[in-house]
């Protein structure tokens, strides 16, 4: 049998729950994603009197947006009857609305979708191959109990993965994986992320953290400039930085310039200007800009001397000093390549026209204050490290860091909740670190990988492969790594890792790698909390109960790891005693601790929402160093700014790095590997990056059919490119290099450069893996390489050479 077709349980929840979702369906296009009573038989049954009692429950949409949404479920015997989203608050700023977007308003058709998994299952054709039978839960908890002892037993902890996974992303719910995990010696500690690796990775270098103003403050700004930051398509929440830009920008009538390759939505919504770019090449536009201050003395030169290391060589490191090695030797042409960063040299490598380049450096250097960002794409690239550093010049150069309505030039940030609602965590034991992205070299290479080439710390080499993942609520053993081809034949030999247990609510392109599968209870059918992120100035919190009882076999993922710790012997130990909604309350009032203005438990349950400004007005960030640098240095060596980090250079002295690889002391242009000048290109000539869309989080809702019709998956490409290949709006395609094929339609548009195609990423991969591969869903990851970035050892997912070509 193929997946979960047959099961013995009723089926009349089903029914039910189909029933309700064929009427919503039929809906017509003013409500496709509310799903408004009227359209759902609520109001009809109403009129006559004779309806069921309706109760309200309140939960969120707990998927990784980077946002966080308040949901009002309407429940009518024991089904959801429609959902609406928040109707607390009001359209005053501070006080304003958590409304959801039209995934979140779509999660009755998640919840009660045909396709949602049912009853744990065990694999019995091969990995991948998507070959499922029915077992009851003691079999399964009983296979997996074994199956991590054994490995624990033989390995250690450090050969158990808990793999990166965001599906339900920061609520507490799912670190109760880590506390099973730490109960019994640890895991495989990973560092990075799969966002923002690069950036988190290399700021620290240049700030000693990474930080960024609220987005609300850009209220003060008189400039703002965008690199990469889609935050109209990607933070879409109505708590989020979409409102905030909006309310801020309407505030400070700040003009807006967007640095992308693509005219995105933020583009079409923000906007005065867009200035395309060669993905990949924003730290050369960033040095020619920098170039054009230094020349025409538009520089803050105070703040350089006071806050800076190694702009020029008087604020060098003492014993670098008179080498040429300053940021100004480099820019100048008096540095090792005796090459000056020009707008023309800059033009040549970008395409941006000189003039626009020097428009733009002299525009941010006499526009005060001037806010850049950048969004997380220019660094999920292969030269990544670089080009964050490279951005955050700008507002190093012209004095912009740690002020109102200025920014460091890091991607988004804003005021958090002071509540800590984190579960208690016993110590991990194993010190082993590797980069997240690189858990699949843990898997196959295992004890040949280093840490002088692949970045592992803690130790000179990895100890054991990986031989045990959990995977709970995540795409990223495929869909959402890299490489699909290549990681299938991994996870395929049985021989490498050897048990996979994955936690998931459909057979997802990743679940069909998992020795043993569960049916899990989403985060709305439990108990459940959660924080706000990059909110601005305004933080919230979300709670919720379970918004009707378990369906089908249904179970949530605290009461399945309490039955496996039990198996071990652990139950007491793990559960201290406590349920769900015990641990709810617990850690609840926990966080009440660190901020006593929060409601009651009870209190909070009945209000769902509970909203808190930043005292200090808007967040600023290194807003204590710039007042005094003295009395609040940055936890750099220097405590400054390091424009050159001899730190940097020095912690990677001995790494072994290949010839297309750089990480530079400065924050300057690296060309990347597999960038548009790789010699690949001559094979592979379109660039292609990827973007994350507005039809999904990730893979999350990509399987929701309104979604799917209102968001197609598509091709971008530019007419120019399109004519060249005799191709044109509409027209099925194939995208293909090396790694694989995808089968995609081409929308023909003036909204991307000429070179560079994209896609949106997170489209769910489908293909006859033991046939032509030929990815029909057109998961971009079928196309992306596995070479992690050269200092963080992270994912390049927006560098990849490609060809199309009629399908
Ligand atoms: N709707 C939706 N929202 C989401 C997500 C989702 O999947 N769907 N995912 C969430 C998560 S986890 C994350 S990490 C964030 C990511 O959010 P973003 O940081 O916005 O990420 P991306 O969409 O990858 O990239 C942003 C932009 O960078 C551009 N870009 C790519 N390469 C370059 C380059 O070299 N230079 C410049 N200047 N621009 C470049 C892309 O065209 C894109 O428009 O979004 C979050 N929000
Ligand atoms: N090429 C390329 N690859 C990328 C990116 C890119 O830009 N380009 N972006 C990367 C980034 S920034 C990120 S954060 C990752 C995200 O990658 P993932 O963390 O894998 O995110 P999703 O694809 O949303 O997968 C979440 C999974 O959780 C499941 N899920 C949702 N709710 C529940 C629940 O209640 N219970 C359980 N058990 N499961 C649930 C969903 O069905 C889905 O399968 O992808 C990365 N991959
Ligand atoms: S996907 Fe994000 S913006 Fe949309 S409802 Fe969910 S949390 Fe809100
Ligand atoms: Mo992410």
């Not at 620290?204 to 008189?222: C, F, H, M, Q």
Request: charged share 25%; net charge negative.
């Amino acid at each position: 049998m193929t997946t979960h077709e047959k099961t013995s349980v009723s089926r009349r929840t089903f029914v039910k729950g189909t029933a309700l979702a064929g009427l919503g369906a039929a809906a017509g296009s003013a409500t496709l994603f509310g799903c408004a009573p009227a359209t759902e038989g609520g109001a009809d049954l109403a009129a006559t009197g004779d309806a069921p009692e309706e109760k309200v429950v309140w939960g969120h949409c707990a998927v990784n947006c980077e946002c966080r949404c308040a949901l009002r479920f309407h429940v009518v015997d024991d089904e959801v009857a429609w959902v609406e989203t928040d109707n607390t608050g009001d359209d005053e700023y501070g006080n304003h609305q958590l409304r959801a977007c039209q995934r979140g308003r779509s999660i009755r058709r998640w919840i009660n979708h045909p396709d949602r998994l049912t009853v744990p299952l065990k694999r019995v054709g091969k990995r991948g191959e998507g070959k499922f039978e029915e077992i009851s839960w003691d079999e399964a908890i009983d296979a997996i109990a074994t199956a991590y002892k054994k490995v624990l037993d033989e390995y250690g902890p450090e050969a158990v993965l808990v793999q990166y996974a965001t599906g339900v992303q920061d609520s507490n719910i799912r670190n109760f994986v880590k506390r099973l995990a730490c109960i019994n010696g640890g895991f495989l500690k990973t560092y990075g992320s799969y966002s923002s690796a690069q950036i988190g990775q290399a700021l620290p270098w240049l700030y000693g953290g990474r930080e960024a103003n609220g987005t609300s403050d850009v209220a003060n700004s008189k400039l703002v400039v965008l690199f990469g930051d889609n935050s109209c398509e990607t933070k879409m929440s109505g708590g989020g930085p979409t409102y905030h830009y909006m309310m801020g920008l309407e505030k400070s009538g700040a003009k807006v310039i967007v640095v992308d390759p693509r005219y995105t939505d933020t583009a079409a919504v923000h906007a005065d200007q867009w200035i395309p770019i060669r993905p990949g090449t924003d730290a050369a536009l960033v040095d020619a800009c920098a170039y054009v201050m230094i020349t025409e003395g538009l520089v803050d030169a105070e703040f350089l001397s006071t806050y800076c290391v190694g702009y020029d060589d008087a604020t060098m490191p003492e014993q670098l000093r008179g080498q040429g090695k300053s940021y100004v030797d480099y820019i100048t042409g008096k540095g090792a390549d005796q090459t000056p960063k020009t707008p023309e040299w800059a033009s040549a490598i970008t395409l941006v026209p000189a003039e626009t380049i020097a428009a733009l450096a002299r525009e941010i250097a006499t526009t005060k204050p001037c806010a850049i960002y950048q969004g997380k794409g220019p660094q999920r690239r292969g030269n990544g490290e670089q080009t964050a550093r490279a951005i955050c010049m700008l507002a190093i150069l012209t004095g912009n860091v740690g002020i109102n309505g200025g920014n460091t030039g890091s991607d988004l940030d804003s005021y958090y909740m002071p509540a800590d609602y984190g579960i208690p965590m016993p110590d991990n034991g194993v010190e082993t670190s590797i980069g997240v992205f690189t858990w699949i070299d843990a898997v196959d290479r295992g004890t040949a990988m280093t840490a002088t080439r692949d970045g592992v710390r803690g130790r000179d080499a990895l100890a054991v492969p990986v031989k045990f993942i959990f995977n709970y609520g995540g795409n990223c053993l495929t869909n959402q790594h890299h490489d699909i081809n290549r990681t299938h034949d991994i996870l395929a030999d049985e021989s490498k890792c050897e048990f996979i247990v994955v936690w998931d609510t459909f057979l997802t392109d990743s679940a069909k790698y998992a020795d043993i599968l569960l049916p899990d209870l989403m985060a709305v059918e439990q108990p459940n909390i959660v924080q706000s992120e990059y909110a601005g100035n305004m933080a919230y919190t979300i709670a919720g109960t379970a918004i009707t009882s378990p369906k089908f076999e249904r179970r949530t993922l605290y009461s399945v790891l309490a039955d496996i710790a039990d198996k071990l012997g652990q139950r007491d130990e793990f559960t201290e005693g406590l349920d769900e909604m015990g641990w709810l309350k617990r850690l609840y009032e926990q966080g009440r601790e660190g901020d006593p203005d929060q409601p009651t438990f009870e209190a909070m349950l009945e209000q769902g929402v509970y909203r808190k400004l930043c005292p200090e007005g808007e967040h600023v960030a290194f807003k204590d160093f710039r007042d005094d640098p003295v009395a609040n240095p940055l936890d750099t060596p220097s405590g400054k700014i390091e424009i050159y980090s001899a730190a940097l250079e020095e912690a990677t002295a001995d790494w072994e790095l290949a010839d297309d690889e750089f990480i530079s002391p400065l924050p300057v242009y690296c060309p990347e590997s597999e960038g548009y000048a790789d010699p690949l290109s001559e094979k592979y000539p379109l660039q292609m990056t990827g973007f994350h869309y507005k039809g999904r989080c990730h893979s999350s809702y990509g399987n929701i059919e309104v979604l799917k019709a209102a968001n197609p998956q598509e091709l971008w490409m530019n007419p120019l490119d399109a004519e060249e290949r005799g191709l044109a709006d509409g027209d099925t395609v194939h995208v293909f290099n090396d790694r694989g094929t995808v089968e995609i339609v081409v929308k023909v548009t003036p909204r991307i450069i000429p070179g560079t195609v994209a896609m949106g990423q997170g489209a769910w991969h489908d293909a006859d893996m033991a046939g032509d591969k030929v990815d029909k869903g057109a998961c971009i990851n079928t196309l992306t390489a596995y070479k992690p970035s050269p200092y963080a050892k992270a994912n390049p997912s927006h560098t990849n050479l490609v060809e199309v070509a009629r399908a």
